[in-house]
């Protein structure tokens, strides 16, 4: 087993993860732009949290450490730690629906 593994399921969902002086690693489970929220499992050699709440967060000291308890983080704490990431987010992406007749490929038109 790796030191610190994240076992994403098929949900979309976004962690962020940042490091300072110590070697210390913060995961936040963000909602999708539609609102909806995935899951993660944070999972060390000595335990591991399931995030499955908006803003879920916990930490890890180390790979043999447990991940903290876990809390929810406010939007000031994600503005101010991840304002570097947060500005070189890429735009979310836009969504074309397109109808044709039934079993042609000609398009119906608006």
């Known amino acids: 087993m790796n030191s610190l593994t994240a076992i994403l ?11 300072g002086c110590s070697p210390r690693h913060t995961i936040i489970l963000t909602p999708d732009p539609d609102g909806h929220v995935g899951k993660a499992i944070v999972l060390t050699d000595g335990g591991q949290q399931i995030l499955e709440n908006p803003y879920g967060m916990t930490t890890v000291s180390s790979g043999s450490s447990s991940p903290s308890a876990i809390t929810i983080a406010s939007q000031e ?34």
């Open 9 to 19: 399921p098929v949900l979309t969902l976004c962690l962020m993860l940042a490091t």
């Open 77 to 110: 704490f994600i503005a101010l730690t991840f304002a570097d990431v947060m500005a070189i987010q890429p735009p979310p992406a836009d969504k074309f629906i397109i109808y044709f007749h039934t079993n042609t490929t000609t398009m119906v038109s608006e």
